[in-house]
């Protein structure tokens, strides 16, 4: 046989074996058997009166937006779903960081703008937008601190 005749029986039983299903051992698995999802999901039984299931029978005919506002009550009883909390609000920040912000983000956008709508741009221009750009970087990181929190104490180490 050729080596080529065996790459070609390899990949036939490849073929062959598309669809078939992995058969698994349970000691393979690195989780216990009981963590294992069933195949089909469990179901509720829930016996009804005779008064009920008329009543579910006529609710076959009933109307659709009916039927979907009693949905919508149904999930706001649900229980035991997380609903998060509302998040804090934002810091508040003040004239010179506003500032910095719009001259980091404004100089750049100015210039794209000026390029895409093919404007003339003055050589003063030109220097306010890459000066505004520059002025808010180092403005910014000036403002940043690099100091341990004024708040923290004389030991802001671990304790043991």
């Known amino acids: ?58 609710d076959d005919f009933a109307d659709p937006e009916t039927d979907a506002e009693s949905d919508s009550e149904q999930t706001e009883d649900d229980e035991g779903h997380y609903v998060p909390p509302q998040p804090p609000p934002l810091p508040k920040t003040d004239a010179t960081a506003k500032i910095a912000w719009t001259a980091l983000f404004g100089g750049p956008a100015y210039l794209l703008l000026s390029a895409a709508l093919n404007w003339h741009l003055q050589g003063w221009m030109l220097f306010t937008a890459v000066a505004a750009f520059i002025g808010g970087f180092v403005a910014l990181v000036v403002r940043m601190g690099d100091g341990p929190p004024s708040d923290s104490g004389w030991d802001d180490g671990a304790v043991i």
């Open 1 to 58: 046989m050729t080596p080529q005749s065996d790459e070609d029986e390899v990949w036939r039983q490849i073929v062959a074996s598309f669809n078939d299903t992995a058969e698994r051992d349970s000691a393979d698995q690195p989780w216990p058997d009981s963590e294992n999802l069933p195949s089909e999901p469990p179901r509720r039984v829930i016996k009804q009166s005779d008064e009920e299931e008329r009543l579910l029978m006529e």
